[in-house]
């Protein structure tokens, strides 16, 4: 007699596969809403699929159900795709209490250096900018808030690890790949475990062209009332570093002196 193995269907492998095309799907959708947000006049279909590298019918099929829930607006008299009204609200909810009462000090610190000032957030295995005040320089660097940074080659992501607690920066340790972004990049722990030391002995950290060409900054990261770790930011051009490191340094210890009390 013959054995017949009859293989039952695998319904875990169902479940991962489902839950992996939706949050290809939701990463998608973040993309256009992005891209959007660059445009506030609205983009044609065809301009948004190009942008995000999707076929156009893709695009579609995402930009009708973000329609249908209100996050953009579509149509020739709406000059294509915008983004829509029920966003107001979520902006609203995803307003961070410590960027309102750092407001002041970024501000305060531009108008010392010309400079772009940044805070950012801690998020697990990046940065994330909540808030900007730009420089006044002609030439100056600028990013953008609700973009995210590496740990490892960013100021503001260094001064973060180098506050972290020594058990969690362990864990993450497992999960950070230290890409280069640049030919400036540190892409191992050993050299970036001394300058962490470096950061913890001085209190500043700097990125010298070590996340974008051209672009150097200075940073340092301080506890909120809710625990949350942040940093501030100064980023300049490159050519004028070398001039205003020393001055960098001295505001931002003032600065975190000044929030430490305030926090």
């Known amino acids: 007699m013959q054995d017949i193995t009859t293989t039952a269907p695998n319904h875990g492998e169902d479940k991962t596969s489902t839950r992996s095309e939706g949050i290809q799907v939701i990463s998608r959708a973040a993309a256009i809403l992005r891209t959007l947000a660059e445009h506030p006049r609205g983009l044609s279909l065809g301009a948004i699929a190009t942008a995000v590298q999707l076929p156009r019918s893709t695009v579609q099929r995402i930009v009708d159900a973000l329609d249908g829930e209100g996050l953009v607006v579509s149509g020739a008299l709406a000059g294509g795709v915008r983004l829509g009204p029920a966003l107001l609200p ?3 909810g995803a307003r961070f209490e ?5 407001r002041p000090r ?3 610190l531009a108008r010392a250096t010309g400079e772009t000032v940044d805070l950012a957030l801690f998020d697990q295995d990046k940065a994330i ?3 900007q005040v730009q420089g006044s320089h002609r030439l100056r660097a600028v990013s953008a808030v609700g973009v995210s940074f590496p740990l490892h080659c960013s100021s503001n992501g260094k001064a973060m690890l180098a506050a972290l607690p020594a058990d969690k920066l362990k864990r993450l340790k497992k999960l950070l790949k230290l890409s280069a972004s640049t030919p400036n990049t540190i892409t191992d722990w050993d050299r970036l475990e001394e300058e962490l ?4 002995r001085t209190g500043i950290a700097y ?3 070590e996340h974008s060409i051209g672009i150097c900054a200075a940073g340092i990261a301080l506890r909120a009332g809710q625990g949350d770790l942040i940093a501030i930011t100064i980023a300049v051009p490159t050519q ?3 001039e205003v490191e020393p001055q960098l ?3 931002l210890l003032d600065c975190k002196a000044k929030l430490s009390r305030l926090l």
């Open 197 to 200: 030391a470096e950061i913890r």
């Open 98 to 102: 410590v960027a309102e009462i750092v």
């Open 249 to 251: 340094g001295e505001l």
């Open 207 to 209: 990125d010298r062209e």
């Open 90 to 92: 979520l902006a609203v």
């Open 240 to 242: 004028r570093f070398a």
């Open 106 to 108: 970024l501000e305060e």
């Open 129 to 131: 900018f909540i808030d």
